[in-house]
């Protein structure tokens, strides 16, 4: 994912054509982003200073403060990247077969492409339970994403008759999402690999939809 | 829960008896556990500093200093004394009845004991996510009684042929304790109330279990 980020470019066809200044405007932005990344990537978000930030972005700080208003806008930013290239990692890494499998491939490709940021990942869990209600909000917004992949999945098996007509997708989907956050954590205490994460995220999906299918 | 803890005594018969200056020490180390219990259960963890819960104990931050070596030491230790007394809150609160009624009543009784401090769980959560190793196997231990009580209900529900045989205990124990969890971020920043809470849990018990009812 972190390969795959900066080519993330502005995201619509109607935007305004850039002026020489508008346009350095941006590529000083998403020098800083990707400075920044790489450093809440490494560290986490306190331990990542802005100073370091500035440092690995070669420029000053005072820079760096005229993109941003603050570290946790900075962080929001790169967040709210991430999470769109990890959304459609997941969403390409979903492939063809059966519910389950596409779930579980899924959820695979989204370990494999953010495991190389796992500080960035506790980081965001960590301050989703201690933030601003509003910071909270946009942070929901940003990781929506992520969890349409899995209601898609889910809803796609109810059109296939694999997943039976009255499932709770919400609850299926929120289920599923808690136990796919919740093996990061094998990962950062115990050493887990992306193949133990797919394995037991396997094992999780089958449980889940044990009561749903329709077979 | 914050009126029960305090009554929590050393815990063994087998201790010694304590002579005079022993006795003091006791009590000084529960009075500034009790005033940080209740600053960590009004503001979180972060912003409950050792000058206020030195305050609230009435002593110097020196006597603080005396007992725990620093504010996390001082975090732990009411989180094992706090996990321990909502342990016995969830195991009373099964009550008879079937496995399902039995796990959504003892977790309803945990939302129950716990959300008057809503603060101090989204800092046990929020730090489990970005500790050193050896406080997070400290932590896995402190809640590890939380997490008993789950698998003894629905091992009992194997016993009484409700569950099926080869049910996965653990991975249905991690899902449930996940789901759990999570659901305090609605109380926190959804304001949700504790029948919300319990509703929640018990359709999401109802999922976990539709897989694996013997019925």
Redesign the interface.
Known sequence: MRESAPTVAPSTDTQPRLNRRQAAKVRTRQKVLDAARGLFAER?Y?PATIRDIAKGAGMSTGAVFANFQDKAELFEAVLTEDMAGLAEVMLNGAGDGSTRDRLVNALTAGYHGSIDQLPLF??I??????QP?AA?TRQRAATQGLTDVISDILRAGIGKGEIKQDA?VS??T??TW??YL?NY?RA??DGWTVDQLADHIG??VD???????AK
Do not use: H, K, N, P
């Open positions: 986490g306190e506790q980081a869990v960590a301050r989703s339970w201690f209600v909270e709770d609850l299926l929120e289920l808690d136990a919740s954590r950062a205490y094992r999780q449980t889940l939809l044990a009561g749903v299918s």
